[in-house]
């Protein structure tokens, strides 16, 4: 009894310890963006502010004043719009296709399944080069849409690889009735397949939407003006020249995370039970 009170007590410091560690960076992060610039070059460094001021986080959602603040809006604007595309064609595209992975027998099926996961795992910076080279070619660079294009590459194939293992999981006894009452493929698909795997869908779409959200590498490279600028790419170049910001690029990031955060807390549920119940088999 007392080393089982022992090691449950370990597990609590455990626990507190990395709560701490994962917690700890978003509160200095908060903490920094309600701090006067003063206090944030004070030696020692003030932990707890004296002085707190909402105007950065004011700035940001209506100031045309501060050239930092509209930038940073305009940019998250752009990621919403990049983001909810790449979610929206990713499953769409990466739906169909997975249903057919998972429900079609075809030549070279598994490997081609693999060749999507290989996809998925190849490393941008390899094919960089040839991908600015060719949308230079189709006067695409420095476009939203070239962005989404670019994204939905490596965000269809995680798309298909979950889904394939979701649709899997569903009994083909739904399918095989809705096929005595007359159903095609596609209104199989639509009326019963689609409703059934809602779960799996949501769960699927949030990871994508993340994955779009944060990425960085192409929006940085791709993108030059404010037009088609993510938020992830605003951030870091709030960094000026001779002087830094630190209250404006924390606001920038506690309020770039909040999109994500909510569709969590909203979603967690279909997050949940969509990712469990893609690894159960019929």
Not at 149 to 176: C, H, R
Not at 177 to 196: E, K, M, T
Request: aromatic letters at 14%; proline letters at 4%.
């Amino acid at each position: 009894m007392q080393r089982s009170k022992g090691f449950k007590t370990l597990q609590y410091i455990f626990a507190l310890l990395i709560t701490l560690f994962t917690l700890g960076p978003f509160v200095w992060m908060f903490i920094t963006s309600i701090s006067v610039s003063e206090e944030l070059r004070q030696v020692p460094l003030d932990w707890i502010p004296d002085t707190i001021t909402w105007q950065r986080y004011l700035d940001i959602l209506i100031s045309n004043k501060n050239e930092m603040a509209y930038t940073f809006r305009v940019a998250m604007f752009n990621t919403l719009q990049v983001a909810g595309l790449v979610t929206l064609l990713a499953l769409v595209c990466g739906g169909v296709a997975a249903y057919a992975f998972a429900r079609l027998k075809f030549k070279f099926r598994q490997n081609l399944i693999y060749l999507f996961l290989f996809t998925y795992m190849i490393p941008p910076v390899v094919i960089v080069l040839p991908l600015y080279l060719m949308l230079s070619s189709l006067n695409m660079l420095d476009s939203k849409m070239s962005l989404v294009l670019l994204n939905a590459t490596f965000i269809i194939p995680f798309v298909i690889w979950i889904m394939q293992s979701y649709f899997g999981s569903i009994s083909k006894d739904f399918e095989e009735a809705a096929a005595i009452d007359g159903c095609n493929r596609f209104q199989l698909l639509w009326h019963v397949i689609v409703p059934i795997a809602r779960p799996g869908f949501i769960a699927t779409g949030i990871l994508a939407f993340l994955m779009s959200w944060e990425e960085f590498f192409y929006a940085l490279l791709f993108t030059s003006s404010l037009d088609a600028k993510t938020i992830s790419v605003a951030i870091a170049e709030f960094s000026g020249r001779h002087l830094t910001d630190y209250g404006m690029t924390a606001a920038g990031g506690v309020v770039a995370s909040i999109p994500p955060v909510v569709i969590a807390i909203i979603f967690q549920k279909y997050l949940v039970k969509g990712m469990s119940g893609g690894g159960v088999k019929e």
